[in-house]
């Protein structure tokens, strides 16, 4: 078995989407773009609570190739995987609305926030268009982000029409989520996905929506970053982060503030007569301050550092915020413990999905064997034999494609 899973390359996808574009409407696309998807360096279940996150942009991208068409619907067809059937759908740009299949109501939303944005509605282009991608999909790395970021980007380049900031770009594709598609996701993976720059991880703001690019990896070609998709995904994600989100308001409210920003340890002794309370409102308070280190430590060019906060951030994961699970910390275990592993922590939502690990190059190989060994160990084979390896480092953000 290879050590890190072989995806489509880039060239392969675009090929596939102009291919299918030919096939199906004739002739040759007249725009593309693309938009990546991501993964979280440091920063966990604190974007709802006012902290800040720090992903970075992965060189993994959803791709759109589309034309212009005479009249006011949109024909669409999708390669991306996991897309429910039928793969290809025709609407009118007169009357979107959510409605089957599911994957269509992110490309929907999309054009009909964009449109409410810029002041076209009822003005928008009919278009043809295909969707190829190599995003992972089902293992956090946001790629329905990828979807809609590339959408919102084909609609400014079909209508030439700009929308006038990469926070008005993400607050659509947010909108889109929450609305088409029912999600009440934040707002991390878009803005990412949308101003994500190579050689850069972004620090996101989630109180006032700014944005600081931080330069990663200092230009070294010696480190990379390593994210192991378990391929499980527990049920328990699904009633425990509301539950999560309820547990913050009422330690917040405890401490009498109005803000995770303006809450300290200190606060938590208010909170020692209620242990689990405690233990949700530390790990918001003390992930915050992490991430700001992280950036700190990445402008340094302190990856010594940046890895013991990744560690730290799992650590908090795992028994203040009970967010991980056997797998997730199997996971990390083994990968702390090889020689070449700065830090490693899960990422994401939680009780399932992927870990992400810094660690120097030539690491790679041994640190995945050891990882399956030690899963076979903990788990079975078959379970060990399903994890999934994908080597990146920080890439760009959404851009149009030159065809």
């Known amino acids: 078995m290879p050590a890190v899973t072989k995806l489509a390359t880039y060239e392969e996808i675009l090929a596939l989407a102009k291919s299918t574009y030919h096939d199906l409407f004739g002739g040759d696309p007249e725009v593309a773009c693309c938009a990546p998807g991501r993964v979280n360096l440091i920063g966990e279940h604190i974007d709802y609570n006012d902290g800040f996150v720090l992903p970075m942009a992965l060189p993994m991208v959803t791709l759109v190739v589309g034309g212009r068409r005479a009249d006011n619907k949109a024909s669409v067809f999708t390669h991306c995987a996991g897309c429910d059937d039928p793969k290809q759908v025709e609407f009118s740009l007169l009357d979107l609305k959510p409605e089957l299949p599911k994957w269509a109501n992110y490309v ?6 964009f449109a409410v944005e810029s002041k076209l509605e009822g003005q928008l282009p009919g278009f043809n268009a295909v969707f190829a991608s190599n995003v992972p999909v089902g293992g956090g790395l946001s ?3 990828a979807v809609e970021v590339a959408t919102v980007t084909f609609m400014e380049q079909l209508t030439d029409k700009q929308l006038e900031s990469n926070k008005k770009r993400a607050l659509v594709c947010q909108a889109a989520e929450h609305k088409f598609a029912g999600m009440p996701c934040g707002i991390m993976d878009q803005m990412i996905s949308v101003a994500g720059q190579k050689g850069n991880a972004l620090l996101l703001d989630c109180r006032s929506l700014e944005t600081f690019q931080i330069p990663f990896l200092g230009g070294s070609e010696d480190l990379v970053v390593l994210i192991c998709n378990s391929g499980v995904r527990h049920e328990l994600s699904k009633s425990e982060y509301p539950t999560r989100r309820k547990q913050c308001g009422q330690a917040l409210k405890l401490m009498e503030k109005t803000s ?7 606060n938590l002794s208010v909170l020692e007569s209620d242990p689990l309370l405690l233990r949700r409102a530390r790990h918001v308070i003390t992930e915050t ?7 700190e430590a990445l402008k340094a060019h302190d990856f010594t550092k940046m890895g013991a906060l990744m560690k730290a951030s799992h650590t908090s994961l795992r028994d203040d915020f009970e967010v991980s699970c056997r797998e ?12 070449g592993v700065l830090g490693s922590r899960m990422t994401g939502g939680g009780f399932g999905g992927c870990t992400v690990t810094l660690l120097q190059r030539a690491a790679v190989d041994n640190v995945i064997a050891t990882m399956r060994t030690n899963f076979t160990k903990e788990f079975n084979k078959d379970a060990a034999d399903r994890l999934e390896f994908y080597m990146c480092v920080p890439s760009s953000g959404a851009r149009r494609v030159d065809l």
């Not at 929907?108 to 926030?113: E, L, N, P, S, T």
């Not at 301050?289 to 950036?295: E, I, K, N, Y």
């Open 289 to 295: 301050q992490r991430t700001q280190d992280a950036a």
């Open 143 to 145: 790629s329905s982000a």
């Open 260 to 266: 995770y920003r303006d809450a300290t340890v200190e």
């Open 328 to 339: 997730l910390d199997a996971l990390v275990d083994a990968a702390i413990n090889c020689s």
């Open 108 to 113: 929907k939303g999309v054009i009909h926030h």
